[in-house]
């Protein structure tokens, strides 16, 4: 690590504050931050167990529930061990490459994420809107397409943010991150160069990615609320809207949460740090908490599982 004219050259290791502002609480912010992190753990793992072994699962919908849990399992594992290892262990430091592969997996999971959301939505929207073409059309090799599919659009998408920091920026003012993870604007800050390269780019991948996904979620749910609400039954309109009901919370945590921490951290300049970094870590710790608890309560071939695991471990 060199130093000139007051600004670092290719840093080698880099410094995370945590949560700026609450450092003197951040051991005791780490307890709930640790409790929702198992618990997601723990909820995904069983989703993934039941749909694995229960065959009448092997459908559309459960595997890319099943996907969804790998998926938060992976993001949620990429932030927490380090994180806690800061707010406990008072373990700051991170080398400079770790740092931007942490950051490369986060914002790849991320995307995953909602490619699958957007997958799950489109599998609805056929299921209600065309049920008779539905098992033709997502078939098993379907499925393995766009598994494969939103996983090389995330890679490859956040992949130049990894290589613009790289090549383009060398001479940092600091080696401190006021984040406690390696968030891509995080990074991009501490560059004494100029960064809007890096800055539109990573505005292009978000907006290509959430604004692409949840304009196809939004007008697929629009479809299925006409379809729905044209069912002369009652109760067919209440099956059908059952259906949908986990999707929709699942879906509106993950992208109100997603939008607000992205506009917050890149234009609420009058919003004090620590509320950026806690929507930033509310973000990623949140939805893979929520979602195998959703999906537990209002699926009940899921619930129904659960309960057969857990009441054969009382009866033994």
Known sequence: MYKLNGTVFMPSVLTLVGIPGLESVQAWIGIPFCAMYIFALFGNSLI???????????????????????????????????????????????????????????H????????????????????????????????????????????????????????LIKCRLKYYWTTVVSHSYCEHMAIVKLAAEDTRINKIYGLFVAFSVLGFDIIFITVSYIQIFITVFSLPQKEARLKAFNTCIAHICVFLEFYLLAFFSLFTHRFGFHIPPYIHILLSNLYLL???????????????????????????KDAS
């Not at 994420?113 to 090799?141: N, W």
């Not at 939805?287 to 899921?302: A, D, E, H, N, R």
């Open 108 to 163: 790849t999971f991320q995307a995953i994420e909602s490619g699958i959301l957007l997958a799950m939505a489109l599998d609805r929207y056929v299921a209600i809107c065309d049920p008779l073409r539905h098992a033709a059309i997502f078939t098993h090799q379907l499925l393995t397409q766009i598994g494969v599919g939103v996983t090389l659009r995330g890679a490859l998408l956040v992949a130049p943010c990894l290589i």
């Open 48 to 106: 993934l167990v039941i749909i694995k072994s229960e065959r009448s699962l092997h459908e559309p919908m459960y595997l890319f529930l099943a996907m969804l849990g790998a998926t938060d399992i992976a993001l949620s594992t990429c932030i927490l061990p380090k994180m806690l290892g800061i707010f406990w262990f008072h373990l700051p430091k991170i080398h400079f490459d770790a740092c931007l592969l942490q950051m490369w997996l986060i």
């Open 286 to 312: 949140v939805p893979p908490l929520l979602s195998p608890i959703v999906y537990g309560v209002k699926t009940k071939q899921i619930r129904n599982r659960a309960c057969k695991i857990f009441h054969s």
